[in-house]
C-alpha cells in the first residue's frame, strides 16, 4: 500500500510538522486577516448560532453590516462548522492547515491521473502544496480555502473529460451516460464548495484556468465524429455542473451579490486599489531563494509591499525540472506518454507561465492596465500579483513531468554534474565567509548578509540536487525517490519556517484592561478611530510588512489597542469596519466624519469613545500602549426622538445633496432630518409576527411613550432588507440623514422594531435548497443505473 500511496503521505506530514505547535494549540496564528477580520467575523456568527438566531446581521461593526452576505465571512462553508464543535481559534488553526494538505493532496490526484510517475507526483505536490503561494497566504482563510479546491476543479473536469462515450450500444450508452452524470455531479460539488470558501478572486482565476485547460483539450483533439460528439457532450455536462454549483452555493452567492451592488465597488474597484501589490520585478530572484529579499520573520524585508503577496518560492527541485521538461518541448525530447497518455500538454503548462507572468506584473507593464480600462473583470479585484497561482501551477506540473526525465549522469553529464556540485560548494563557501565578514552594522552590510544568507540556502539546495545525482541508481530506486522527496520537503520546510508569526495560546479568549474599560465605560455606544490614525497605528508597530518583530508581545498588543474589529472579541462595538465591502452609504458617511473630525456627527453615529496615537483635548477614560481612549464630548446616542413641532425636515433632491447637508457645520440631529426626496422608503410585505426579542441581532425593538408624533432615527446602517414596523404593523422605513434608518410615529404608547428579512437571503435558501433536491435526485438516479459499479 505504502509503495503506491507514498507521495500523499509527504503532503500530508510536511503541513503537520511545520504548523505542529499551532495544530496541538500551544500557538495561534493572528498576523493580519486572522485577528482583524476572520475571527471577529466567526466568532458573531457564533454567538448569533448559539442564541438561536440566523447569522444575517452584525450589529459590532460599521453601526451595523450584513454578516453572512459579506463573502468572505464563508459562514455556509461547510468545513467551517467545525468551528460549532471545538473552539474557534484552534478550528481556524486546524482548518488553515487542513486546506494545505488539501491542496497538496489534490496535486498528487491530478498528477497521478495524468500518469505521472510516483516521483512525479511527489514533487508536483509538494511544489504546490508547500510552496509558498498556498503556505504564506494559508492565513488568509477564504484564499486558504479557494486555492486548496483549485487542483481538484482540475481534476474533476479532466475525469469528465476522459469518459468514455459509446453511442453504438443500447447498454453501453446508459453506462457511459451514468458515468458523464457522476463526473458531473462530482464536479458540481467540488465547483459549490469552492464558490462558498469566500474568495471570489482565487474562484474566478480558477474558472479561468479551467476554461483553458478544457479549451486546450478540445481543440488539440483530431476532429472526427467520435470527438465532435464527445465534445458537445462534455460541454452540455460542464454548462450543467455550473449551473447545478451556482444553484448549490446560492445561499451564499445572493446575498454577496447584494452587497457588491450596495458598496462603492458595484461598478469597478479603483485604479489604485485594484494595481496594489503588482508582482515585483525583483522578486523573481526569489525562486531561487525565498529570502533574497530579506524576510520579516526573519529580520527584515527590503522588497516591495507585503511579503506575503509576492511570495511564490517552489523549491529548487520543482524549479530545475521544470526548466528542464520547459527545455525538452523545444527539442521535442519529452516521452510519448507526456502528450498523447496525458490530459495535458506540457506545451499549454508552458505557455501559462508568461502569460501569467506579465498579467501578474500588474502596473509594472503597460498590459494590465489597459485590460483594467478595457476588458471586464479585470477591474474587479486587488492585487494582480494573485495571478501567480497559475503560474506555480503550471510550474509545479510541468516539474512532475520534468522530474521522470532525472537519469544517472554519464558521461560529459557526469562531467557538468560534478562540476555544478562544486560549484554549489564553492557558493557556500563565498556565502559564509561574507556572512563572517560583513559588518551589519551598515545598511549595505544588512543587504549583503541578506543575500549571503539567500546564497547559502541556495547552495546548500544545489549541493542536494547535485549529490542526488551523483548517487542515483541506474535502476528505479524507491529509497532514492524517498530521499528526493525528503530534501523537497526540507527545503520547503525551511523557506516557510516563521512566515506566519505565532501569538500566545490564549490571544483570542484572554481579556484585555482596556477592552474591559470601555466595555464598562460605553454600554451600547461604539468606539472609533479615525482612519489615518488607524493606519499608522495598525501599520508601523503591529503589522508592519518591514519585520515581524517580537510576535507574541505585537500580538497582545494588537488586541490592547482595539483595532478596528478587534473590539468584537470584547463586546465593544465599532462604528469602524475593516471589512473587505461594506455599504457605500456607511463608506461615504464615515469619509464626511474623516474630513470634518465633526464630533456633532461622531454622536449621531453613537460614538462614544475615540481612539487616538494624538493627544486630544478630551477626557481621557483609559490607555493601552500607543494609543489613548478618550471620551467624546456631547450627547452620543442610538436613538434620537424629533418631536413634530421641534424637527426641522430638510428634504433633499438626491444622494449627493444629503451628504452636502449632513457635512455642512450647521447641521444638528437633536433637531434636523434630512430625507430625499426620492425615497419613500420600504415597506414590510406583512405585519410581524411575533415580537422581536432584546438580544437580536437581526432586528431592534424599544417601547416608546409619545407625548406628539416624533421622527425617530435609529445611528444603524441603512441597508436593503431591513424593514419598520410599529405595534406589529409595517410602517415605511425611510433612509435618513444620509446613511440611518428613520419612521415615523405616531402620539401614544407604541412599540417601535426594526427587523432585518431580506428576500434576497430567502430567496438563495429556496435556490440552495431546489439544487439539493436536484443534486440528490440525479445521485439516486445516477446510483440506479445500470453499469453504476464501473464509474470511476
Avoid at 447545478?244 to 451592488?261: G, R
Avoid at 425615497?679 to 406583512?686: I, V
Avoid at 410581524?688 to 437581526?698: A, F, G, K, V
Amino acid at each position: 500500500m505504502f509503495r503506491r500511496h507514498w507521495p500523499y503521505a509527504f503532503v500530508i506530514a510536511a503541513p503537520i510538522i511545520l504548523f505542529a505547535p499551532f495544530l496541538l494549540g500551544v500557538q495561534m496564528v493572528y498576523w493580519g486577516t486572522p485577528l482583524l477580520q476572520f475571527y471577529p467575523w466567526r466568532l458573531a456568527a457564533l454567538e448569533s448560532v448559539r442564541a438561536g438566531f440566523l447569522p444575517l446581521w452584525n450589529p459590532w461593526l460599521g453601526n451595523g453590516a450584513p454578516l453572512a452576505a459579506n463573502y468572505q465571512s464563508a459562514l455556509f462553508y461547510p468545513p467551517n462548522w467545525l468551528s460549532l464543535i471545538i473552539p474557534l481559534d484552534l478550528s481556524l488553526n486546524w482548518l488553515m492547515v487542513l486546506h494545505i494538505i488539501w491542496a497538496g493532496v489534490g496535486m498528487v490526484k491530478l498528477a497521478r491521473s495524468l500518469n505521472y510517475s510516483l516521483l512525479g507526483q511527489v514533487v508536483t505536490g509538494l511544489a504546490f502544496g508547500m510552496g509558498q503561494y498556498v503556505v504564506a497566504r494559508a492565513s488568509f482563510y477564504s484564499i486558504n480555502a479557494a486555492v486548496a479546491w483549485l487542483p481538484w476543479v482540475i481534476w474533476a473536469t479532466d475525469k469528465l473529460l476522459n469518459a468514455q462515450f459509446s453511442v453504438h450500444n443500447t447498454q453501453w450508452r446508459q453506462v457511459a451516460l451514468s458515468r458523464f452524470a457522476f463526473h458531473g455531479l462530482r464536479l458540481s460539488s467540488i465547483l459549490a464548495l469552492q464558490l462558498l470558501t469566500g474568495h471570489a478572486q482565487t474562484t474566478w482565476y480558477t474558472y479561468l484556468l479551467l476554461a483553458a485547460w478544457v479549451l486546450w483539450r478540445a481543440f488539440s483533439q483530431p476532429i472526427t465524429q467520435s470527438s465532435i460528439t464527445k465534445l458537445i457532450t462534455n460541454s452540455l455536462i460542464l454548462l450543467l455542473s455550473f449551473l447545478l454549483a451556482i444553484l448549490l452555493a446560492s445561499i451564499q452567492l445572493l446575498p454577496a451579490f447584494e452587497l457588491l451592488q450596495q458598496s462603492p465597488r458595484a461598478e469597478a474597484a479603483e485604479y489604485e486599489f485594484v494595481m496594489t501589490y503588482s508582482f515585483s520585478p525583483w522578486r523573481l530572484l526569489t525562486f531561487l531563494a525565498p529570502d533574497f529579499l530579506g524576510n520579516p520573520a526573519r529580520g527584515q524585508f527590503y522588497g516591495y509591499g507585503n511579503y506575503i503577496e509576492d511570495a511564490v518560492y517552489v523549491g529548487i527541485i520543482p524549479l530545475l525540472f521544470a526548466l528542464v521538461a520547459g527545455s525538452k518541448i523545444f527539442r521535442r525530447q519529452l516521452p510519448n506518454h507526456s502528450i498523447t497518455q496525458s490530459s495535458i500538454s506540457p506545451i499549454l503548462l508552458f505557455l501559462i507561465l508568461p502569460i501569467t507572468l506579465i498579467l501578474a506584473l500588474g502596473r509594472n507593464t503597460p498590459i494590465f492596465p489597459w485590460l483594467y480600462a478595457n476588458v471586464p473583470t479585470f477591474d474587479m479585484f486587488q492585487a494582480p500579483t494573485r495571478m501567480m497561482v497559475w503560474f506555480v501551477f503550471a510550474l509545479a506540473l510541468l516539474a512532475g513531468q520534468g522530474v521522470e526525465q532525472w537519469a544517472t549522469p554519464q558521461g560529459r553529464a557526469l562531467y557538468w554534474t560534478r562540476l555544478g556540485t562544486a560549484g554549489a560548494v564553492a557558493l557556500m563557501g563565498t556565502a559564509g565567509a561574507t556572512l563572517l565578514g560583513v559588518d551589519t552594522g551598515t545598511r549595505v552590510g544588512q543587504l549583503l548578509s541578506t543575500a549571503a544568507w539567500a546564497a547559502l540556502t541556495l547552495g546548500v539546495n544545489l549541493l542536494a540536487v547535485g549529490l542526488l545525482s551523483l548517487f542515483k541508481p541506474k535502476s528505479q530506486s524507491m529509497k532514492w525517490e524517498l530521499a528526493v522527496a525528503v530534501c523537497l520537503a526540507a527545503d520547503l520546510l525551511y523557506a516557510n519556517y516563521g512566515i506566519h508569526p505565532p501569538a500566545p495560546a490564549d490571544l483570542y479568549r484572554a481579556p484585555t484592561e482596556s477592552g474591559r474599560a470601555l466595555a464598562a465605560e460605553l454600554g451600547d455606544q461604539r468606539l472609533y478611530q479615525f482612519p489615518a490614525d488607524r493606519e499608522r497605528v495598525m501599520f508601523e508597530p503591529y503589522f508592519s510588512f518591514l519585520t515581524y518583530g517580537e510576535a507574541r508581545d505585537l500580538s497582545v498588543g494588537a488586541r490592547a489597542v482595539q483595532l478596528p474589529n478587534v473590539g468584537v472579541l470584547e463586546g465593544v462595538a465599532s462604528a469602524n469596519n475593516f471589512d473587505p465591502l461594506v455599504s457605500k452609504y456607511y463608506k461615504g458617511f464615515t469619509d464626511v466624519v474623516s474630513e470634518t473630525q465633526s464630533v456633532t456627527l461622531l454622536n449621531l453615529m453613537n460614538v462614544g469613545a475615540v481612539t487616538s496615537s494624538e493627544e486630544l483635548p478630551w477626557e481621557v477614560i483609559t490607555s493601552a500602549r500607543e494609543v489613548v481612549f478618550y471620551r467624546v464630548p456631547g450627547e452620543a446616542k442610538r436613538l434620537w426622538l424629533l418631536p413634530e413641532s421641534e424637527a426641522q425636515v430638510l428634504e433633499v433632491a438626491d444622494e449627493a445633496a444629503s451628504r452636502t447637508a449632513i457635512a455642512s457645520p450647521a447641521f444638528n440631529p437633536a433637531q434636523q432630518i434630512v430625507l430625499e426626496a426620492s425615497d419613500a422608503g420600504w415597506l414590510a410585505p406583512a405585519p410581524l409576527s411575533e415580537p422581536i426579542t432584546p438580544h437580536n441581532p437581526n432586528g431592534f425593538s424599544i417601547s416608546l411613550n409619545l407625548h406628539q408624533a416624533n421622527w425617530v432615527v435609529l445611528a444603524d446602517t441603512w441597508y436593503p432588507g431591513w424593514y419598520a414596523y410599529v405595534d406589529g404593523q409595517p410602517t415605511p422605513l425611510r433612509r435618513a440623514n444620509y446613511a440611518f434608518r428613520a419612521v415615523w410615529v405616531p402620539a401614544g404608547a407604541h412599540r417601535v422594531e426594526f427587523l432585518y428579512a431580506p428576500p434576497t437571503f430567502q430567496l438563495a435558501v429556496t435556490l440552495t435548497g431546489v439544487g439539493l433536491l436536484i443534486w440528490l435526485a440525479l445521485a439516486v438516479a445516477v446510483w440506479r443505473m445500470r453499469g453504476i459499479h464501473q464509474i470511476g
